[in-house]
Structure formats: structure tokens, C-alpha cells
């Protein structure tokens, strides 16, 4: 929809996702498929919460940390997946510039917060394993809540002054966004307003958001891998990493991704490209995250075991 201002200029009042345009057949496939990714993170996600909160052996730091990856988890895919499945279905969608820039707040706010909790866990696997003998006295779970209220803090407060300069660009030409959800660069693109203040404080605030954390986990993992080469065993060894290497592998990929749209994007990079990019940590990322956490995890097994046997008797 259109309005005009005082001074005769088309304003937007809401824009069109594209979403992934294509034959019927291939977006029935596709909504089929991210349907049931969708509700396979919801059920994996919740599966982790409650596992986290009922039983005793998962009653640490670490698992805790997992638990609100897992609540982060749900939290973005349900801001991004509905929306972009009804897209899907009807090959584009409206969407009014409040619930735009509503759906922007909450993805950018949950992935800050992601940057900022992958922070705080590899700092937690630098304690165990750097700094062992001292690890139950300094990560308490008072700290742990403590360092997890920051980060929700944080990660939903820091945002808000960006969206709010974003909230008063103007949009004046095309309202056509391809892309299957309010993104900081398509609306950016079709801004008639000028953008400097607005990338200006995303550069700002990636330094806090996305450096920092960055260059944080780093320097923790490179101290573990000097602390576990300095174990003399094989075994001893394996098992300080076996300790940490789930964590690591989420860090990488959800930083792979990151990276690759908004830090280092390819010069001309095709939309789709973008899109997919997009998809994969915003759709399958919280998917992935559970399933690596329970499948290299002896814990959580114990844990389902236990339910599983309670549910029997």
C-alpha cells in the first residue's frame, strides 16, 4: 500500500516479500520440507529445555547455556518460518512496515544474543578445562544466571537504536523486498532515505555484537587446544576435547553463515545466493544446534533414557 505525504511523495506503508519465486510443485515441495524443519526445531528445542530443567544430571553451567540457545532457537525461527511459509504458499506476501520492522527487531535481537551466549559458553569451556580446580567456585549458578540475564539484556536493548533509525527511513519507490523476510540490507537497498547513520551504527554495534565476541571465543579455544596439548594421555586428550568440539561446531557454522551475508558478502553476490545463505541459518541452524548437542552428548542420552523408562513404568 501507498500514501501520499505533504509534499506529493508516494510513502510505503508495506512491502512485498518475493520469498522464493517458482513453479507450484517446487514450492509445495519446499514449504513441505521447511514445515517440517520448522516443527522438527520446536520439538528438538523443546526437547533440550525440558531435559535441561527435570534432570538432575544436566543440572550445570554448560547445559543451562544449552538450554537457552535452545529457547533463543525457537524464539528466531518462529519470528522468521510462519511468515516465510505462507510467503511460500501464495508465491509472495505483504507485510505492513510495523510488523516489518517488528519481525527485524526480534531477529536482530536473538542473534545478538547468540553471539553474545556462544561467547559466555566458550568462556565457560575455558574455565573447565583451563582452569579446572577452580571452575565449580567461580562458575556457580548464580553466576551462570547472572551472565545469561546480561545477554538477553543486552542482546534485546543494544539493537533497539538501530531499528529505530531504520524505523524512520523513508521508503518511497519500489516496496518489493526479494528476499522471504525483513533483512537489514533489502530494506537498506530500497530506502530513498540516506543510510550512512543507519550502517554507521551497525558497524558500531557489530564491534560489541559480533568483533568482540569473536576475537573472545578465539583467544578461549586457542588456551584449550595449548591446555589439552599440554595433557600428557591420548585419552586425556580426547576427552577435554570431546568436552568442548559440539560447541565448536555450532560456533562454526553459525558464524560461517553470519560471516558470509553480513561481514564478508561476495561482491555482486546473486540474491538467491543471499537467500539460501539466509535460510540455512535462520531455518536449519536451530535445527542443527539440538541434534549436535544431543548426539555428541552421553548426558543428554542418560537423560532421554531415564524419561523413556519413567514413561514404561
Given at each position: 500500500?501507498?500514501?501520499?505525504?505533504e509534499?506529493?511523495?508516494?510513502?510505503?506503508?508495506?512491502?512485498?516479500l518475493?520469498?522464493?519465486?517458482?513453479?507450484?510443485c517446487?514450492?509445495?515441495?519446499?514449504?513441505c520440507?521447511l514445515?517440517v524443519?520448522?516443527?522438527?526445531?520446536?520439538c528438538?528445542?523443546?526437547l533440550?529445555?525440558?531435559?535441561v530443567?527435570?534432570?538432575?544430571?544436566?543440572h550445570?553451567?554448560?547445559?543451562f547455556f544449552?538450554?537457552q540457545?535452545?529457547i533463543?532457537?525457537?524464539?528466531?525461527?518462529?519470528d522468521?518460518?510462519p511468515?516465510m511459509?505462507?510467503?511460500?504458499m501464495?508465491?509472495?506476501?505483504?507485510?505492513?512496515?510495523i510488523?516489518?520492522?517488528t519481525?527485524?527487531?526480534?531477529f536482530?535481537?536473538?542473534?545478538?544474543?547468540e553471539?553474545?551466549?556462544?561467547?559466555?559458553?566458550?568462556?565457560?569451556?575455558?574455565?573447565?578445562?583451563?582452569?579446572?580446580?577452580h571452575?565449580?567456585s567461580?562458575?556457580?549458578?548464580?553466576?551462570?544466571v547472572?551472565?545469561?540475564?546480561?545477554?538477553?539484556?543486552?542482546g534485546?536493548?543494544?539493537?533497539?537504536?538501530d531499528i529505530?533509525?531504520?524505523?524512520?527511513l523513508?521508503?518511497c519507490?519500489?516496496?518489493?523486498?526479494?528476499?522471504?523476510?525483513?533483512?537489514?540490507?533489502?530494506?537498506?537497498?530500497?530506502?530513498?532515505?540516506n543510510?550512512?547513520i543507519?550502517q554507521?551504527?551497525?558497524?558500531?554495534l557489530?564491534?560489541?555484537?559480533?568483533?568482540?565476541?569473536?576475537?573472545?571465543?578465539?583467544?578461549?579455544?586457542?588456551s584449550i587446544?595449548?591446555a589439552?596439548?599440554?595433557?600428557?594421555?591420548?585419552t586425556?586428550?580426547?576427552?577435554?576435547?570431546s568436552?568442548?568440539?559440539?560447541?565448536?561446531?555450532v560456533v562454526?557454522?553459525?558464524?560461517?553463515?553470519?560471516?558470509?551475508?553480513?561481514?564478508?558478502?561476495?561482491?555482486?553476490?546473486?540474491s538467491?545466493?543471499?537467500?539460501?545463505?539466509?535460510?540455512?541459518?535462520?531455518?536449519?541452524?536451530?535445527?542443527?544446534n539440538?541434534?549436535?548437542?544431543s548426539?555428541?552428548?552421553?548426558?543428554?542420552w542418560?537423560a532421554?533414557?531415564k524419561?523413556?523408562q519413567?514413561?514404561?513404568?
Amino acid at each position: 500500500m501507498e500514501i501520499h505525504d505533504e509534499n506529493n511523495q508516494t510513502v510505503v506503508t508495506e512491502f512485498f516479500l518475493l520469498g522464493f519465486q517458482g513453479r507450484k510443485c517446487f514450492r509445495i515441495f519446499l514449504f513441505c520440507l521447511l514445515l517440517v524443519v520448522y516443527c522438527g526445531t520446536i520439538c528438538g528445542n523443546l526437547l533440550i529445555i525440558t531435559l535441561v530443567s527435570t534432570s538432575k544430571i544436566l543440572h550445570t553451567p554448560m547445559y543451562f547455556f544449552i538450554s537457552q540457545l535452545s529457547i533463543n532457537d525457537i524464539l528466531l525461527t518462529t519470528d522468521i518460518s510462519p511468515n516465510m511459509l505462507q510467503i511460500l504458499m501464495n508465491n509472495g506476501g505483504t507485510i505492513p512496515f510495523i510488523d516489518c520492522i517488528t519481525q527485524l527487531y526480534f531477529f536482530c535481537a536473538s542473534e545478538t544474543f547468540e553471539c553474545l551466549l556462544l561467547t559466555v559458553m566458550s568462556y565457560d569451556r575455558y574455565l573447565a578445562i583451563c582452569n579446572p580446580l577452580h571452575y565449580t567456585s567461580i562458575m556457580t549458578h548464580a553466576y551462570s544466571v547472572k551472565l545469561v540475564v546480561l545477554c538477553w539484556l543486552v542482546g534485546f536493548s543494544i539493537i533497539l537504536t538501530d531499528i529505530l533509525t531504520i524505523s524512520r527511513l523513508k521508503f518511497c519507490g519500489s516496496n518489493v523486498i526479494n528476499h522471504f523476510f525483513c533483512d537489514l540490507v533489502p530494506l537498506q537497498d530500497i530506502s530513498c532515505s540516506n543510510t550512512f547513520i543507519v550502517q554507521l551504527e551497525i558497524f558500531l554495534l557489530s564491534i560489541i555484537s559480533v568483533i568482540i565476541p569473536t576475537i573472545i571465543i578465539i583467544s578461549s579455544y586457542t588456551s584449550i587446544v595449548r591446555a589439552v596439548l599440554r595433557i600428557p594421555s591420548s585419552t586425556g586428550r580426547q576427552k577435554a576435547f570431546s568436552t568442548c568440539s559440539s560447541h565448536l561446531i555450532v560456533v562454526s557454522i553459525f558464524y560461517w553463515a553470519l560471516f558470509s551475508v553480513y561481514v564478508f558478502p561476495t561482491k555482486g553476490e546473486a540474491s538467491s545466493i543471499s537467500k539460501i545463505l539466509s535460510l540455512f541459518y535462520t531455518v536449519f541452524t536451530p535445527l542443527i544446534n539440538p541434534v549436535i548437542y544431543s548426539l555428541r552428548n552421553k548426558d543428554i542420552w542418560k537423560a532421554i533414557n531415564k524419561i523413556i523408562q519413567k514413561l514404561k513404568t
